[in-house]
């Protein structure tokens, strides 16, 4: 049985020297708990804030209230000042912030039950991801962590060493 993508994502870490912090937000820590499942997994992860309110988001990890207001929470936008943030708070390498819609509430006009953004920041690198889940509440945080985690193990792939 192969790795599974939290291992796989420590092992490229290990690999390159390189560190991560979390920005989490509708996931409420779950990225987090699977990359600390893995032993050793305290040589390459400084740590993560699960911002869940915007007041957090803002105070903890530098959202500016402009992005929160004209944009909102789960918003591209939002999701790649998390991550900036986190980034800085930490004094990481990279970053990745999720934030995102996981229900069964909080739809809005445009932004329905499932959706979620990912954001990864590094030095030389920004990449978003947008997706929009079909399942209940704990079906969409498992699917949000798990796009997270191999939205940084395709950059990891790619990372100069």
């Given amino acids: ?87 800085r708070l930490f004094g990481t390498d990279i970053a990745v912030s999720v934030t995102g819609i996981a229900g069964p509430g909080g739809s809005a006009p445009g932004k329905p039950v499932g959706l979620t953004y990912i954001h990864l920041s590094a030095h030389e690198a920004e990449w978003s991801e947008r997706h929009i889940w079909q399942g209940d509440r704990e079906a969409n945080k498992a699917q949000s962590a798990e796009a997270a985690l191999d939205l940084l193990r395709r950059y990891l792939e790619r990372a100069p060493t």
């Avoid at 390189?18 to 740590?47: I, K, W």
Wanted: glycine letters at 14%.
């Fill in 1 to 87: 049985m192969g790795k599974n993508l939290e291992e796989q994502v420590g092992d490229l870490l290990v690999q390159k020297g390189l560190t991560l912090a979390l920005a989490e937000s509708c996931t409420g820590g779950l990225v987090g708990h699977r990359l600390t499942n893995v032993p050793g997994s305290s040589r390459y992860f400084m740590g993560g804030v699960i911002a869940y309110d915007n007041g957090a988001k803002a105070r903890v990890l530098g959202v500016s209230s402009s992005t929160l207001y004209k944009h909102g929470a789960v918003s591209a936008e939002t999701a790649r000042e998390m991550a900036q943030g986190a980034r």
